[in-house]
């Protein structure tokens, strides 16, 4: 027996259970949260525990006399862990989503008796992500199907896509080239364009982050005859190639250093528009970079800040830009200088811009971009434009991102 008819038939069991009244109590009306729910027997491990759901529809009914029924396997995660409340709120966000799905979808178009809605869940961890993927069966038409939903959080427990994994601003657009070539060569599948793909895939919901980059969840009937079921698309990782590794300019593991240090410089010279010129900074940007590099290496923390010794502070300073560190502006960060030591705040900002790189060259060591600033991470769903970029940067072993910056400057 396969891993997801062997889910399916423990919820069978718990839903047998239910209807003896030895199981999970229906709540009726009520949206769940995870705590609401009682625990199950599988503990995968000290971070989160299965729970299981059961609702039916109207409010009261039980299963003889419902219109929809629904069991739900779902973590609840430990709040021990700092990201542990902000994952249980994604998973409470999965569960009412679902029940509007019901509610507004399946219920209307129903002819099963009765008709019915299982959920089987798995934890998985990978790249720094964890996958709460939910393998939804729905019985409410003439045939049951499956349909896989995933939330991918990131360390915080926030949700996190695609564009998260990837860094790029246009991931969508390249998995689903990947995803329309491979249709062009099996002869299983359906000729699709760039834009049926796009038109069937979800990089928010419909995927999950693996080892060796991410699996892409397909609808049956939409890339292929309905009888082959929900697709799966496994996607590696360095397939996935931003401009700058199309181009050759960079590698991947290039790539995402070079991610990371513009996304330091584009929010130290944004705030007050301050380019940086022949690895010249004002001090207020050379102290908003200076505390998200160090923030990001592993000085130990202690009662909320770290302590950076001077030579070593500006030796990485130097290695950056290849200048002296102009001395620190307060309004950009909280830093400050004693007994031979830098002492910053542990405190991030809230904010992040980063740069949508859109065009790159390499000669030797040089290495011309051009772009845009974006403000908001990769998979924030309301980045916005800010202005245009041209950067100039030398690879170099010294520099603890590979790359040290010799001009950033900003055009409209």
């Given amino acids: 027996m396969n891993k997801k008819a062997t889910a399916f038939t423990a919820l069978a069991l718990i839903l047998a259970l239910a209807l003896t009244g030895l199981g999970c109590a ?26 299981h759901y059961i609702r039916y529809w109207p409010e009261n009914a039980d299963y003889d006399s419902c219109d ?8 609840e995660f430990s709040k021990t862990y700092t990201s542990g409340s902000n994952m249980n709120k994604a998973v409470d966000a999965y569960v009412k989503g679902l029940e509007e799905r019901i ?46 939903q995933v939330l991918i959080l990131n360390e915080r427990g926030e949700e996190a896509n695609l564009c998260d994994l990837f860094l790029d601003y246009h991931t969508e657009e390249l998995i689903a080239a990947l995803i329309a070539d491979e249709t062009r060569r099996d002869p299983a599948l359906y000729d699709s364009e760039l834009d049926d793909v796009l038109h069937v895939i979800d990089i928010n919901h419909g995927a999950r982050v693996t080892d060796e980059g991410c699996t892409v969840y397909v609808r049956e009937g939409l890339l292929a005859p309905i009888d082959a079921g929900e697709l799966e698309f496994n996607i590696p990782f360095d397939a996935v190639k931003p401009v700058p590794v199309q181009s050759g300019a960079v590698t991947h593991d290039e790539y995402i250093r070079l991610t990371e240090l513009l996304r330091y410089a584009a ?44 030579e070593r502070f500006l030796s990485l300073y130097r290695s950056c830009f290849g200048t002296e560190f102009p001395g620190i502006d307060p309004d950009a960060h909280d830093i400050k200088e004693a007994d031979n030591a830098y002492s910053i705040s ?27 600033i974006i403000f908001g991470d990769f998979g924030y769903a309301f980045t916005s434009y800010v202005c245009h970029v041209d950067i100039s940067l030398t690879a170099s072993s010294e520099a603890p991102l590979g790359f040290m910056i010799r001009d950033f400057r900003l055009r409209l």
């Fill in 346 to 372: 542990a405190k991030k900002k809230e904010y992040a811009y980063n740069v949508d790189v859109l065009s790159a060259t390499r000669s030797g060591d040089d290495l011309e971009l051009s772009g845009d």
């Fill in 103 to 148: 509610e507004n979808v399946y219920m209307k178009s129903s002819v099963a008796k009765p008709p019915a809605t299982e959920v089987a869940c798995s934890v998985e961890y990978a790249r720094g992500f964890t996958n709460v993927v939910f393998t939804e069966k729905h019985s409410y038409e003439a045939q049951p199907y499956f349909q896989t």
């Fill in 26 to 51: 229906c709540t009726g009306g009520k949206t769940p949260s995870a705590s609401d729910a009682p625990a199950g027997t599988a503990k995968a491990d000290d971070r989160y525990k299965m729970t």
């Fill in 267 to 310: 929010d130290a010279v944004i705030v007050r528009e301050e380019p940086i010129e022949q690895g010249s900074l004002s001090p207020y940007a050379a102290t908003s970079f200076m505390a998200e590099l160090c923030l990001s290496m592993d000085f130990p923390l202690k009662a909320g800040r770290i302590e950076v010794e001077k």
């Fill in 68 to 75: 929809y029924a629904c069991v739900i396997e779902l973590p």
